[in-house]
């Protein structure tokens, strides 16, 4: 966790990425509710490695303690990611749960359990966060179903390395030479 909470204070990409944050200072009840929608535009400016596109639902509540703010998140949706097999672009259904735990202190630190927000202005950007939450609920190999793959890439990518790539003049002879071999 300490990975991506750190990014989304540091990364440029992030910058453009607005809406997804929470005033913990400011609650002045002690429960609230947000909603977002991850849209493709919200992939396209995070620029994760491993989602570019998806339309994913979070339900994010926070309660507050008398030590720290409990925020509980749900999520469901789908998300475009390329196949393992054939490097097209296929849909994933994604859905969990997960939940964080933050306080207000001096300044932004993140020790894994415990995220820490600047108190002033008080405010946790949860941008990187939804991403890598959505990212970790894809299956660590995800392929088409069987017999959905796109074929010409999948035999490209079997006869890799085995051949090289045949030139157009003596792809032409190979032609001809199969065809006089029907013949005979
Ligand atoms: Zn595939």
Redesign the pocket.
């Known amino acids: 966790m300490a990975e991506f909470i750190k990014k989304s204070y540091l990364c440029t990409p992030m910058d453009k990425v607005y809406g997804y944050k929470v005033d913990l200072k400011g609650m002045t009840e002690d429960a609230v509710s947000h909603r977002w929608v991850l849209s493709d535009d919200f992939f396209s400016a995070v620029h994760g490695p491993e989602i570019e596109k998806g339309q994913v639902d979070v339900a994010l509540r926070v309660k507050r303690t008398a030590e720290a703010f409990e925020l509980e998140f749900q999520f469901d949706g789908q998300v475009e990611v390329e196949?393992d097999?054939?490097l097209?672009p296929?849909n994933l259904p994604v859905h969990g749960e997960c939940s964080l735990d933050a306080r207000l202190g001096e300044e932004d630190d993140d020790d894994g359990d415990l995220i820490t927000v600047a108190e002033n202005p008080g405010v946790l950007d949860l941008s990187w966060y939804l991403y890598e939450m959505v990212a970790l609920g894809i299956p660590m190999r995800h392929?088409?179903p069987e017999g959905?793959?796109?074929a010409a890439v999948v035999e490209k990518l079997s006869g890799a390395g085995k051949e090289k790539p045949v030139d157009p003049r003596w792809a032409a002879l190979e032609q001809l030479k199969t065809k006089t071999n029907n013949k005979e």
Do not use: A, S, T
């Open positions: 196949c097999r054939c097209e296929m392929v088409h959905q793959c796109d």
